[in-house]
């Protein structure tokens, strides 16, 4: 269908294939952005990066969006920034999930595995000046019995992924820088069982694991413990809450202009 003056009118045999021909016979465009002086930032997470929510009144829900920290950082970066989010609840670094994981009884458990959906995520988002990173914490979950130098080498090889740049070989894109920032601080006792016993001493123990492997690596780094201390969380004692969410937003805000400042 094609509008023509306010009315829908079919797309006729001649009309069509004279689409067709121009569809097929007209160069690729070049991707650009519509500001082609913005920063352009990925934004690479879980549910904490989604806004999940969860309380006994509503079940699972979302926060507002404009509460969740990626838009509270991308508002006050402003205009000159571009920012995009790809958040999954029960996203790993590089675990499997049990299949059936999720929103969805028929889900693969390897769609939440983090290593294996990044190029496509990086490749869907192009180009790209700097990709965020926030995972570590469905990591310390009981079922994978990990520990806190496991986590740190996965998202070494993350990182590594990014600044090797083969994901975007086909293209002349500089490699985005990479910022990370570690999980906040996973309490043993949830609302879901047992499915978080030991990930305390875990998602303590991670952070100086992770700003060493960043320093190695010469990328950025800060701790999501450092900003969200103090501050309650959901009831659920996994997920931040919307004020924790606002100084983190504002933390990142902050990063990200040191960053570019450069």
Known sequence: ??????????????????????LLTSPLPVFSSEKKSAKRILVYGDSN??????????????????????QVMAQKLGPDYEVEVNALGGRTVKRDQKDGNGTDKSLSGKLFN????????LSENLPLDLVIIMLGT????????????????????MIRKIQAGEWQSNTKFKTPKVLVIAPPLQPNETAYGD?????????????????????????????????????PGQIDRVHLSPEQHKVLGEAADAKVKEIFAH
Not at 54 to 69: F, Q, V
Not at 114 to 121: D, F, I
Not at 138 to 157: C, G, H, M, V
Not at 202 to 217: A, D, N, S, V
């Open 138 to 157: 469905n990591d310390a979950n009981s079922r994978y019995k990990n520990n806190p130098k496991a986590i740190a080498d996965d998202l070494e090889e």
């Open 1 to 22: 269908w094609r509008h023509i003056e306010g009315e829908n009118m079919p797309l006729n045999r001649r009309s069509f294939l004279g689409l067709s021909t121009i």
């Open 114 to 121: 983090g290593m294996v959906s990044l190029p496509a995520v």
């Open 195 to 231: 499915a978080f016993n030991g990930a305390e001493k875990i998602t303590k123990e991670l952070p100086p694991l992770l700003q060493e492997k960043c320093r190695m690596l010469g990328t950025e780094y800060i701790n999501a413990q450092d900003f969200v201390k103090g501050i």
């Open 49 to 70: 990066s989604f806004g999940w929510a969860w309380s006994p009144e509503k079940d699972i829900y979302r926060l507002p969006i404009d509460r969740i920290w990626p």
